[in-house]
């Protein structure tokens, strides 16, 4: 249902710097701004210190440099020699590219040179292969050292985050007004009788179903074909074609859809069928997104196979805790998270915080006592301390919370959640869907 738009897709284009459109550092020169600082190169460029040349092409007419946050459109074409290795005309059909300006990074960042133009600006930046060395990055195969990369850049646009989503708002707007003409168009031809929702949404319904209607927060299992309004498909669960003849399932207002799903599922009954007419702005709207072009009004046949409330997993857990604290005579402590831990010796100095290295040991065991990894019992393989950085999500979110409660030396037992562990997936074979956990950790080293 949701697919990754054609930006994405930008960086991974050619490899010479960070995520987006960087690979080397530049600033731009031009009239109402300060001069760049860099000495003089051939061509009329001028190179920085860090070896990037630019030249100003030509003055456009806006009045302000983007900043971080700020939301721009600009055309790119990228080349070494005569080899283009990027061309945004030709990806994005003449259409601009839109970014959104990002903190610099590194050494070889162009947001920096993006932050020193205006728009209607057009210029030409080079750097030398040989800085991809310095970046980490790989010099083409067929380049020599000394050649050139070369980025030419117009800046069609600049605006800020409000600036943007007003922009947004009134292009669909607009947008809307074309696809209803298109949708009313298309039912009197095809002598269509559906209703229209306040959002612009259309609907066919072509058996009733039983029960009550889809409800925000429900699970559902759905059947779909999904076609554009020449009748050409493009997605589906039951034809083969697609290779994924299997029931779709979701949970409802969840945002894990496009909107006319979200609200159209929620006019519908388990066993119903029908037909969603969707507007391109409760689709994808302007952003194309392969194979469905940017303002595309798309046809839905649905079927609501089912339709359940998913139970709420963390009162379950919860549940299951309170009992076994009352059963076993434990005293713990919860948090607003829902994590529950028990301190048997205090250690000393301040609590761990996040972007600490902590190093621990541990014993983690199930609510029956089976245990299911240990760094200190070696039946497990591994005897020997565990060290990560804290609060950057490379263990599970119960130890993230639970080890910034303890101090060097601590000892205690973290009796952690489902929805803080592994979750309806469990995790490595030992542990099962849905699995409370219990760990046992001593915190024997806080480091920078």
Do not use: C
């Amino acid at each position: 249902m949701n697919s990754v738009p054609k930006l994405a897709l930008i960086s991974g284009m050619f490899a010479f710097g960070v995520a987006g459109l960087t690979g080397a550092a530049f600033a731009q020169a031009k009239k109402a701004a300060p001069a760049a600082k860099g000495k003089n190169a051939v061509g009329g460029f001028t190179k920085l210190e860090n070896g990037l040349e630019f030249k100003l092409i030509k003055h456009g007419d806006g009045t302000r440099k983007p900043v971080v946050t700020d939301h721009i459109e600009l055309n790119i074409l990228v080349h070494i020699k005569d080899s283009i290795m990027f061309d945004s005309r030709k990806m994005y059909n003449n259409k601009p590219v839109p970014l959104t300006i990002a903190s610099p990074k590194t050494k070889g960042d162009l947001m920096v040179g993006f932050m020193n133009m205006v728009a209607g600006d057009s210029a030409m930046f080079r750097f030398s292969v040989d800085t991809l060395k310095q970046l980490g990055q790989p010099m083409p195969p067929w380049t020599k050292e000394g050649d050139m990369v070369e980025y030419n850049v117009k800046l069609v646009s600049v605006r800020t985050d409000a600036e943007e989503k007003k922009h947004n708002e009134e292009m669909a707007q607009k947008q809307n007004g074309i696809d209803d003409k298109i949708l009313q168009d298309y039912f009197a031809k095809n002598n269509i009788k559906a209703t229209k929702t306040a959002s612009g949404l259309y609907y066919v319904l072509s058996t009733e179903g039983k029960g009550d209607m889809v409800k925000s927060g429900q699970k559902v299992s759905v059947n779909y074909t999904g076609k554009f309004m020449d009748g050409k498909p493009f997605d589906s669960n039951t034809d083969t074609a697609f290779h994924h003849t299997e029931p779709f399932q979701l949970v409802v207002n969840k945002g894990n859809v496009i909107k006319g799903w979200d609200e159209g599922l929620q006019l519908l009954r388990p066993g119903a069928k029908a037909t969603f007419y969707i507007p391109s702005s409760l689709a994808y709207g302007s952003v194309e997104r392969p194979p469905i072009p940017a303002n595309s009004i798309l046809v839905f046949d649905v079927e609501v196979l089912s339709a359940e409330t998913p139970v709420n997993q963390a009162e379950v857990d919860d549940k299951v805790l309170q009992e076994y604290f009352a059963k076993n005579n434990i005293k713990a402590t919860k948090t607003a998270s829902g994590l529950y831990y028990t301190i048997s010796q205090k250690g000393v100095g301040p609590t761990a915080t996040p972007g600490k290295k902590v190093t621990m040991n541990y014993t983690g065991k199930l609510l029956d006592g089976k245990v299911f990894d240990s760094n200190t019992d070696p039946a497990m393989g591994h005897v020997q301390p565990f060290t990560f950085p804290l609060g950057q999500g490379r263990v599970i979110r119960g130890w993230d919370e639970g080890v910034q409660l303890l101090q060097l030396g601590s000892k205690g037992t973290f009796y952690i959640p489902s929805g803080m562990a592994y979750g309806e997936r469990g995790g490595g074979g030992k542990i099962p869907p849905n699995a409370v956990l219990i760990f046992d950790v001593e915190v024997t080293g806080i480091d920078n």
